[in-house]
């Protein structure tokens, strides 16, 4: 009886959180932030009803969700950073387009098949410099997650990403790719209609690209789907996202045939921007707002637009031949100092 009781004052404190902070949603280690959020969304409402004066103890409260912030992800593990890069509210391609273009123009088909929903690729304006963009969008609701296959591109997408991209060589206007998915397509259709082929063809013609590229992972990059996008003369990984050969569940599954061997798949993987960067496989880590871009979309969209500014602007004084030469060689030395 007392286990029921217990059971039901859980299920309404939980309901209360739910309605206390809306639309928000919390990962399992971001409990203890959920609380004391819901706690200051109380206290303010009971300002607002009652007019009684409760700033002081709303101050204290944000002041210890802000401690409790630092802490909590200034210490992720890296199965952390993994759920962390997939939080349901994290911006995806589409919000930061729309945040960080002032026009965008979308274009769509591969001129071969049909149109993959998966691939967001047009033409836009930032601050009156025209960009090409490629991004890799897994959608929302349920209907658009389908729509958009869950960001996994099929063999069609990559042709479309390529198309957009050779269009942008051919006049002369830089590109920039958005990087999110757990990895491309494994469907038996997607292999019949040359999966493979069509990475290796993006990865091979990106480095022939006589134009600025600039490739931020902005979630999951997965494999050599993310690869397809990613061949890139600024590398750029937001600071919780992930970049990795192979997913933990994967890893765990072809290392220990135990998907509950997840975490430590992580661990063993090393997910986090600071390896990738010192290994050379990026070139730079984009902050995002305390607590993840999920917190707040305007300020995380304007950081990343300033850092795409900021590189291209170096990158525009790099002539062409050596754009690419540096191009290929950085991508050449990646990991070099483990084989010396």
């Known amino acids: 009886m007392l286990f029921v009781i217990s ?11 739910a309605r206390i902070t809306g639309n928000m949603e919390y990962l399992d280690f971001e409990k203890p932030i959920q609380e004391l959020e819901a706690q200051v969304s109380e206290l303010e409402t009971k300002t607002h009803e009652t007019n009684i004066d ?4 709303i101050t204290d409260l944000k002041n210890k969700i802000s401690e409790l912030i630092q802490d909590t992800y200034s210490s992720l593990s890296p199965w952390k950073r993994v759920q962390l890069s997939r939080h349901p509210k994290r911006p995806h391609a589409i919000d930061y387009i729309n945040l960080v273009f002032d026009q965008f123009e979308e274009l769509s088909g591969d001129r071969s098949y049909i149109d993959d929903q998966s691939i967001i690729a047009g033409c836009g304006y930032i601050d009156n410099q025209k960009f090409f963009c490629i991004g890799i969008e897994k959608g929302r609701k349920t209907s658009d997650k389908i729509k958009r296959n869950f ?3 099929n063999p069609e997408g990559y042709r479309k990403a390529l198309r957009i991209a050779e269009l942008a060589s051919q006049f002369s206007i830089p590109l920039i790719t958005f990087v999110d998915t757990p990895g491309a397509y494994p469907g038996i259709g997607a292999e019949e209609r040359g999966q493979a082929f069509a990475i290796a063809n993006n990865i091979e013609k990106f480095f022939g690209l006589k134009v600025p590229i600039i490739s931020i992972i902005i979630g999951e990059g997965g494999s050599g789907g993310a690869l397809g996008l990613a061949v ?15 997913s933990p569940e994967s890893c765990a599954s072809i290392l220990w045939s135990d998907t509950k061997m ?9 997910l986090h921007p600071e390896k990738a960067k010192e290994l050379g496989v990026i070139d730079g880590i984009i902050s995002e707002p305390p607590g993840g871009a999920h917190r707040n979309f305007e300020k995380a969209a304007a950081v990343v637009k300033k850092e795409i500014l900021n590189h291209y602007k170096n990158l525009s004084m790099i002539k062409t031949e050596q754009l690419l030469e540096q191009r290929s060689e950085k991508f050449r030395k990646i990991g070099n100092q483990y084989f010396k």
Do not use: C, H, R
Request: aromatic fraction near 8%; charged fraction near 20%.
């Open 151 to 153: 960001g996994m591109p």
């Open 7 to 17: 059971l039901k004052k859980g299920v309404i404190f939980l309901e209360q959180l």
């Open 232 to 246: 890139a003369d600024s590398v750029l990984m937001q600071e919780y996202s992930v970049y990795s050969v192979i």
């Open 54 to 57: 409760l700033s002081d103890q």
């Open 262 to 270: 997840t975490e430590q798949a992580a661990n063993a993987l090393k």
